[in-house]
């Protein structure tokens, strides 16, 4: 018979579970919801929206350009490293469903939205997209260079050749990602964010040539709705620039969404749609051969995880600025209004 002074303090009823919250706790609570309804009225949403601020990214090209500057590439042939990156235009499309639907995979892992907050991949885009033929061509060390006579020469701005730079980049990434995942047991790894869009894609293509890439979207309208009914206070970058706002959203999912646009037809992405992919209109059979795993999609798509939308519908307002906002981007991804 089991002993009953051993029962478990999870069946025995805490007194505190009957009585009302602190007086502090109410206040803040009331507070939290006066703010977020404030912030969600036709007046603060446009308020918000007059007050957004405009992010400027490198575009594809220019990030090519100077990527080509330092010529750093990995021999496809000796590199056996493949880890598979999951993009989404912002928050609310999916992203979690698709990475819980790989990790089916035992040998997989993927990380989520890895210190996503400091945009950390972007920058790194950004700043590269800075290198120009003057100022990396001719500060570079070259195999000819005759050693002994460093002591003589102009070497000031002396630097090594460029895939020493790449490679040295890539370990962070290893390091910080890919080691972590093989300490645990997986052969493979990759990450899904909110925040990176085609030009982030290109660096992390560069740093890894066999990468491959999902690109999944979801409705703008579907994706706000279930973020604004979530309460969640997000940020493109923190602290400096949120995308909670149906303005700051729309903005950040337009720009990511126009992006994909600007890479050539070859380049290793699947465009998948949120919609199709709850609505059984992904082949998983294929999916799984171009990545190189085995998936068993239904164990994921048997649990609910993460739902937050409450409201069937946006308010006017909230659809009013979306639909100026991410009016390009609907129309590259094949949205309607």
């Not at 701005?157 to 080691?179: K, Y």
């Not at 048997?302 to 937050?308: E, I, L, P, Q």
């Amino acid at each position: 018979m089991q002993d009953t002074k051993y029962k478990s303090s999870a069946l025995v009823a805490d007194p505190g579970d009957f009585l009302p919250a602190p007086p502090a706790q109410s206040l803040r609570r009331g507070a939290a919801k006066l703010y977020h309804a404030v912030r969600r009225s036709a007046v603060g949403e446009l308020w918000q929206w007059s007050q957004c601020k405009t992010i400027s990214v490198p575009c594809v090209e220019q990030l090519v350009e100077s990527l080509s500057l330092l010529s750093g590439t990995a021999d496809e042939r000796e590199d056996t490293e493949a880890p598979i990156f999951v993009l989404s235009p912002g928050w609310r499309s999916g992203s979690t469903l698709l990475q819980r639907i790989l990790v089916t995979d035992p040998h997989l892992l993927l990380w989520g939205e890895p210190l996503g907050e400091m945009a950390l991949v972007s920058r790194i885009a950004a700043t590269l997209s800075s290198v120009n033929s003057f100022w990396f061509r001719e500060r570079c060390i070259t195999d000819d260079v005759v050693l002994s006579s460093l002591a003589t020469s102009w070497i000031p701005t002396l630097c090594p050749p460029g895939d020493d730079f790449r490679l040295a980049l890539r370990s962070l990434f290893d390091r910080w990602l890919g080691e972590p995942a093989r300490a645990r047991g997986y052969e493979r790894w990759g990450f899904k964010d909110v925040r990176m869009g085609a030009t982030e894609a290109v660096l992390l293509s560069w740093l890894y040539p066999r990468a491959k890439f999902l690109v999944l979207s979801r409705h703008p309208y579907d994706c706000y709705r279930s973020l604004s009914d979530s309460g969640w206070q997000v940020f493109y970058r923190y602290p400096d620039v949120r995308a909670d706002s149906a303005a700051g959203f729309a903005r950040h999912w337009n720009r990511l969404a126009t992006s994909w646009s600007e890479l050539p037809a070859d380049f290793p992405a699947i465009h998948i749609k949120y919609e199709d992919l709850v609505n059984g209109g992904i082949d998983f059979r294929k999916l799984e051969s171009w990545l190189g795993v085995e998936l068993r999609e239904g164990v994921a798509l048997s649990a609910s995880v993460g739902h937050t939308a409450e409201r069937v519908k946006l308010a006017w307002h909230e659809r009013l600025i979306i639909a100026q906002e991410a009016d390009r981007g609907m129309q590259a991804l094949g949205y309607s209004k």
